[in-house]
């Protein structure tokens, strides 16, 4: 099965706006950590967010946030206000106890102007 | 200081031909991960190095793919005899031993095999 499932191959978003990627995931694991990251046209992975499991708040870092809903295995990215260098493929990520990554197939965000 | 480096940044081969490459994970970081991600894919999961430890070898797609770590730091991953379906851009990324082990991803090695 899937660690990780991103159902929305491509999005797009007014500048200025907010959009939601759609992250769930898949562990039997108690402890684990889920992360979201940015790759732009350039190709380089940048770090995003990070949500642990036994996080209570949902972490949030400048216009991203992740909302978290451990129940649902949900753990999706809120990017507000737009902007046009926003636009690029987003992967969400999750670490479980057994150290290793497991990726999405990620989802492709425009900001249109 | 210094991020995660890999070299070459572009390598084109024939099919059939060994290929190496190349990654320097950031001073410090014990765990080093190489990855593949094909045009428009998500990242395939290759081998995963922590420490001192034997490797997390359950990622390489067949026996062509090695890699090794000497010393704890630089790592090489080598394809043997390429295929055309090997061509891909190979992501090398570190991190701390700590937990959740954050990752630091390289600029990558765009591999064609032509």
């Known amino acids: 099965a899937q660690k990780i499932t991103q159902t929305q191959p491509g999005m797009f978003v007014q500048e200025k706006e907010a959009v939601t990627l759609d992250c769930t995931y898949d562990?039997?694991?108690?402890?684990?950590?889920l992360f979201w990251y940015k790759q732009p046209s350039s190709g380089e992975m940048i770090f995003l967010i990070y949500q642990g499991s036994y996080d209570e708040q949902n972490a949030t870092e400048g216009r991203y946030s992740l909302n978290f809903q451990k129940a649902r295995k949900s753990a999706n990215l809120v990017i507000s206000a737009s902007q046009l260098g926003d636009s690029a493929m987003y992967f969400c990520?999750?670490?479980?106890?057994?150290?290793?990554?497991?990726f999405g197939t990620g989802t492709s965000l425009t900001v249109i102007p | 200081g210094a991020g995660v480096s890999q070299s070459p940044s572009n390598k084109v081969t024939e099919k059939g031909k060994d290929v190496e490459l190349r990654c320097d994970p950031i001073s410090g970081h014990t765990a080093l991960y190489w990855y593949r991600q094909s045009l428009g894919q998500g990242l395939e999961f290759l081998i995963y190095f922590q420490g001192n430890s034997a490797p997390d070898k359950s990622g390489l797609p067949s026996d062509r793919f090695s890699a090794e770590r000497t010393g704890g730091s630089v790592s090489t991953l080598t394809i043997q005899r390429t295929q055309q379906e090997d061509s891909a851009v190979y992501l090398c990324?570190?991190?701390?031993?700590?937990?959740?082990?954050?990752?630091?991803f390289g600029p990558g090695t765009r591999l064609t095999v032509t």
């Open positions: 562990t039997s694991d108690q402890s684990y950590g």
């Open positions: 990520a999750i670490i479980d106890t057994g150290n290793q990554f497991y």
């Open positions: 990324a570190s991190s701390l031993p700590d937990w959740p082990y954050e990752q630091y």
